[in-house]
C-alpha cells in the first residue's frame, strides 16, 4: 500500500568531483571522468531528499530500480547538481524522473545524465532484524 505522497515533489543534490568518484580510482586504464555509479548514487540522494518530510519516526526510503542514461563526461572538480522530480506511484514504489548536471570553471551547466530511479519506504528496525 503507498502512502499519500503528491506527485511534483522534488529534491537536488550537489557535490564536487574528486579523483575518488572517477573512474580512473578504480582503473588507471580508465579516463579521469565522474564514474556512472557516482552520479547515479547522487540521483539516489536526490531522491532521498525529495522523500525524507513524508517519512515516519523510524522510517527511511531505499533505491528499488534505476533506469539511467549517462550522456556526457565530467572531470575532477566538476560541480554535479542532481534533480529528482516524483512522477508516478506504482503499489508501494515510487518512481522519480531523474536528471544530473554538471558545471565546471569554463562552462555552462550541461546535462551529463538522466532517467528514472525507484524508491520505496522501509522501517529500519524490521529491516534490521530481517538481516540478522
Not at 65 to 90: D, M, T, Y
Not at 108 to 114: A, N, T
Request: aromatic share 8%.
Amino acid at each position: 500500500m503507498s502512502k499519500p505522497v503528491p506527485l511534483g515533489i522534488h529534491g537536488e543534490a550537489e557535490h564536487r568531483v574528486s579523483f575518488e568518484d572517477t573512474l580512473t580510482h578504480w582503473n588507471a586504464e580508465m579516463p579521469p571522468v565522474y564514474s556512472t555509479p557516482r552520479m547515479i548514487g547522487l540521483m539516489e540522494v536526490a531522491a532521498y531528499n525529495a522523500m525524507k518530510p513524508y517519512c515516519d519516526p523510524g522510517e527511511v526510503t531505499v533505491g528499488t530500480a534505476i533506469n539511467i542514461q549517462h550522456r556526457a563526461s565530467a572531470g575532477v572538480g566538476a560541480i554535479i547538481n542532481a534533480q529528482a522530480e516524483l512522477e508516478s506511484c506504482e503499489g508501494r514504489f515510487y518512481i522519480f524522473r531523474v536528471r544530473a548536471v554538471a558545471t565546471n570553471d569554463s562552462s555552462e551547466p550541461y546535462e551529463i545524465g538522466r532517467g528514472t530511479v525507484s524508491r520505496a519506504f522501509v522501517n529500519l528496525e524490521r529491516m534490521n532484524a530481517k538481516l540478522k
